[in-house]
């Protein structure tokens, strides 16, 4: 059993900035696929990014934060993190960490585990 539990979210003129962590718990933090997801109002839950497993895992993003949002994690305190930068108000959304044995995936079926979600709003 994997808990998730994000934090860092807030609100933020367009343009700024926010990083977002999801800790961890559980020992094998490393044999996890990690993946962020959001849900603006109205909307349904959609990809952002994606990062493999172990230190060389392959990242994946969503085309309309590419260049804009970095995922990574650091393996010592159990913990991935979004950096967003240049955001937009469109980013505005609930942000959900994810995580699953397996691949690096787009595909929000393929996570086992969620953390409860953290508030982005980006003002204009």
């Known amino acids: 059993q994997v808990q998730l539990v994000e934090s860092g979210g807030g609100l933020v003129q367009a343009g700024g900035s926010l990083r977002l962590s999801c800790a961890a718990s559980?020992?094998?933090?490393?044999?996890?696929?990690m993946g962020w997801f959001r849900q603006a109002p109205g909307k349904e839950r959609e990809f952002v990014a994606a990062?493999?497993?172990?230190?060389?895992?392959?990242?994946v993003y969503a085309d309309s934060v590419k260049g804009r949002f970095t995922i990574s994690r650091d393996y010592a305190k159990n913990t991935a993190y979004l950096q967003m930068n240049s955001l937009k108000p469109e980013d505005t959304a609930v942000y959900y960490c994810?995580?699953?044995?397996?691949?690096?995936?787009?595909?929000?079926?393929?996570?086992?585990?969620w953390g409860q979600g953290t508030q982005v709003t980006v003002s204009s």
């Open positions: 990062l493999g497993r172990w230190t060389a895992g392959s990242t």
């Open positions: 559980g020992r094998t933090f490393s044999t996890y696929a």
């Open positions: 994810a995580a699953n044995y397996g691949i690096v995936t787009r595909i929000e079926t393929e996570y086992d585990y």
